[in-house]
Structure formats: C-alpha cells, structure tokens
C-alpha cells in the first residue's frame, strides 16, 4: 500500500508562516505528481498548488505569490511553504499524489487524512 503522512499544520496569527510536509511511503515505483488540495467548512475541495516529476508547478490564482510548493524526490516528501496566511486560507488541506506503483504507466491517487490550517487573531 501506499501512504501519505502529513505534518505542520496548526494554529497561525494572519500574516504568519507554516509549512506542510507530506511523505510518502509503501510500495512506490514513481511519482508522477504532488499536490495539495485544501477544503474549508461549506466549501468544495480545492486544488492549492502541484507539482510534477519534471518541477512543472501549478497554483491556484489564491495563493499565487504566498505559497510554494516543493519536491525532495529522494524523499518521495511534498513541502508546501504558505507565507503572509490570511483567514480565508483556513481549511483541511490534504496531501495527493499520483503514483506508479509499477513499471506499468497507469497512475493511481493517494490521499492524505488532512491537517487543519486555522488562520486566526
């Protein structure tokens, strides 16, 4: 099986800093993409930013110029550094990624369980 571990959520004053972690693990032969979501309460599940084995990246037009997301492909670990955090990012952001679990191209999702961002004074 493959998992994704998750860590650095928490608590931060708007204008603060966190930064996520998510670390694959289990029976992976690649990874094609990585990417965080994120779903406040009411709201549908959003992409927040991705990242490609190749270092192409992708953000959501919210977030664009406050967070960047990054790949340790030794690590098979996900980093998403969020800088000047405003209420609005508060949410249950997830962790994905698309693997190969075999030579075999066909990719497959994994989901992280989700750490809650909360942006508050």
């Known amino acids: 099986q493959v998992q994704l571990v998750e860590s650095g959520g928490g608590l931060v004053q708007p204008g603060g800093s966190l930064r996520l972690s998510c670390a694959a693990s289990?029976?992976?032969?690649?990874?094609?993409?990585m990417a965080w979501y994120r779903q406040a309460p009411g709201k549908q599940r959003e992409l927040v930013a991705a990242i490609t084995s190749g270092s192409r990246l992708n953000y959501a037009d919210a977030v664009k110029g406050r967070f960047a997301i990054s790949r340790d492909g030794a690590k098979n670990t996900v980093y998403l550094q969020m800088n000047s955090l405003k209420p609005e990012d508060t949410a249950v952001y997830y962790c994905?990624?698309?693997?190969?679990?075999?030579?075999?191209?066909?990719?497959?999702?994994?989901w992280g369980q989700g750490t809650q961002v909360t942006v508050s004074s």
């Open positions: 289990g029976s992976i032969f690649s990874i094609n993409a």
């Open positions: 994905n990624a698309a693997v190969r679990v075999n030579a075999i191209t066909t990719t497959y999702d994994y």
